[in-house]
């Protein structure tokens, strides 16, 4: 438990993610201090800091091979932040929870189960806290939206769907799977609630050598189900979620707006996303500030708040690489 001082936070990587909805949830919180951060680059090490006000002191410029370890294990931090590629950035992960660091990093845990599995088993010895930003679980507008349905009665099914105009090869480290599609399977075990318990998918290579399209249906333990589709060759980005309840309907496009519709009303309400969140910074609406918030929560409290720590992500990693090895064994 943390009291009468900041929360000291050490960040790792100063990339465009990190700058875009990580360092600026932090700075909207007065209760944390950056007491360091690490960067193989200088222009973006000095830009990020300079725009947050971060000290000389607290400004570290050397490669990620072991160079961090010193300063991690000089500053002690409460949490560290270790933010950008999973092919990159998984050996720092496995330091950090080996020795003892409360860790936040992005999406995806690793570019395997093995990877999830092992950084869960490593954060639940250590009893550490963790989390992976998958932020669509906070997004205001669907979380909002949601809890409004739940007054009606349990999620009966749910569709997620996850768009995207890039029908070109994804031929780094790790597929389309395990990177967008994690957001969208995560949505979907948060939007029904209890433990998958069967998945039935398809998949497709629309114009390129990878995976660039799936279908699946996910079955729940508590009689919910969610369909959900990606594809990455369609012609706009949009991220959709429907939710019904007995007696009542949403969908919400979690990065515009939301419309409920109960008790057969056509008319329906409308939330926008900036509405829910009263903010029209993405950071906010987006929910990525409040993820961060469920993090230094934690930190404080010594009690995990964290609605995507380790042991929970591992689900969602183990359902999308379900879904591969049933393309696999279809011959897709």
Same mark, same amino acid.
């Given at each position: 438990?943390i009291?009468?001082?900041k929360?000291?936070?050490?960040?790792?990587?100063?990339?465009?993610?990190?700058n875009?909805?990580?360092?600026?949830?932090?700075?909207?919180?007065?209760?944390v201090?950056?007491?360091g951060?690490i960067?193989?680059?200088?222009d973006?090490?000095?830009? =990020?800091?300079?725009?947050? %006000?971060?000290?000389?002191?607290?400004r570290f410029l050397?490669?990620l091979?072991?160079?961090? !370890?010193?300063?991690?294990?000089?500053?002690?931090?409460?949490?560290?932040?270790?933010i %950008?590629?999973?092919?990159?950035?998984?050996?720092?992960?496995?330091w950090?929870?080996t020795?003892?660091?409360?860790?936040?990093?992005e999406? #995806?845990?690793?570019?395997?189960?093995?990877?999830?599995?092992?950084?869960?088993?490593?954060?639940?010895?250590?009893? $550490?806290?963790? +989390?992976?930003?998958? !932020?669509?679980?906070?997004? #205001?507008?669907?979380? +909002?939206?949601?809890?409004?349905l739940?007054?009606?009665g349990?999620?009966v099914?749910?569709v997620?769907?996850?768009?995207?105009?890039?029908?070109? #090869?994804? $031929?780094?480290?790790?597929?389309?799977?395990?990177?967008?599609? =994690?957001?969208?399977?995560?949505?979907?075990?948060?939007?029904? %609630?209890?433990?998958?318990?069967?998945?039935e998918?398809?998949? *497709?290579?629309? %114009?390129v050598? @990878?995976?660039?399209?799936?279908?699946?249906?996910?079955?729940?333990?508590?009689g919910?189900?969610?369909?959900?589709?990606?594809?990455?060759?369609?012609?706009?980005?949009?991220?959709?979620?429907?939710?019904?309840? #007995?007696?009542?309907?949403?969908?919400?496009?979690v990065e515009?707006?939301?419309?409920?519709?109960? @008790?057969?009303n056509?008319?329906?309400?409308?939330?926008?996303?900036?509405?829910?969140?009263?903010s029209d910074?993405?950071?906010?609406?987006?929910?990525f500030?409040?993820?961060?918030?469920?993090?230094?929560d934690? $930190?404080?409290?010594?009690?995990?708040?964290?609605s995507?720590?380790? *042991?929970? =992500?591992?689900?969602?990693?183990?359902?999308?690489q379900?879904?591969?090895?049933q393309?696999?064994?279809?011959?897709?």
């Open positions: 438990m009291k009468d001082r929360v000291r936070i050490c960040m790792i990587g100063a990339g465009k993610m990190a875009s909805v990580h360092y600026p949830s932090l700075a909207s919180f007065d209760d201090e950056i007491v951060v960067e193989t680059r200088a973006r090490l000095n830009e =990020t800091c300079d725009k947050h %006000g971060i000290p000389q002191s607290a050397m490669g091979d072991t160079d961090y !370890q010193d300063i991690l294990q000089e500053l002690k931090p409460d949490g560290v932040y270790v %950008g590629q999973p092919e990159i950035m998984y050996p720092i992960w496995h950090c929870l020795n003892g660091f409360n860790l936040y990093i999406k #995806p845990m690793g570019l395997t189960t093995h990877q999830a599995e092992s950084l869960a088993y490593l954060a639940e010895s250590k009893g $550490l806290i963790t +989390q992976v930003s998958h !932020q669509r679980r906070t997004a #205001p507008v669907l979380r +909002q939206i949601r809890d409004r739940l007054e009606k349990p999620i099914h749910g997620v769907e996850f768009f995207k105009c890039d029908a070109t #090869p994804m $031929l780094i480290a790790r597929d389309r799977m395990m990177d967008d599609g =994690t957001h969208a399977i995560d949505t979907a075990r948060f939007i029904c %609630g209890g433990e998958v318990v069967k998945v998918s398809e998949c *497709r290579r629309i %114009g050598p @990878d995976i660039n399209w799936f279908a699946a249906t996910l079955h729940f333990d508590n919910s189900t969610c369909y959900v589709v990606c594809n990455w060759a369609s012609g706009r980005r949009v991220f959709r979620t429907q939710m019904h309840v #007995p007696g009542g309907y949403a969908d919400v496009e515009a707006d939301g419309m409920i519709y109960l @008790d057969n056509y008319a329906g309400e409308k939330l926008s996303t900036r509405d829910a969140a009263g910074q993405n950071f906010v609406f987006g929910g500030a409040a993820k961060n918030r469920e993090f230094i934690s $930190l404080k409290t010594g009690t995990d708040q964290c995507s720590a380790f *042991r929970d =992500t591992v689900k969602t990693m183990r359902v999308c379900t879904i591969l090895a393309a696999l064994e279809a011959g897709v």
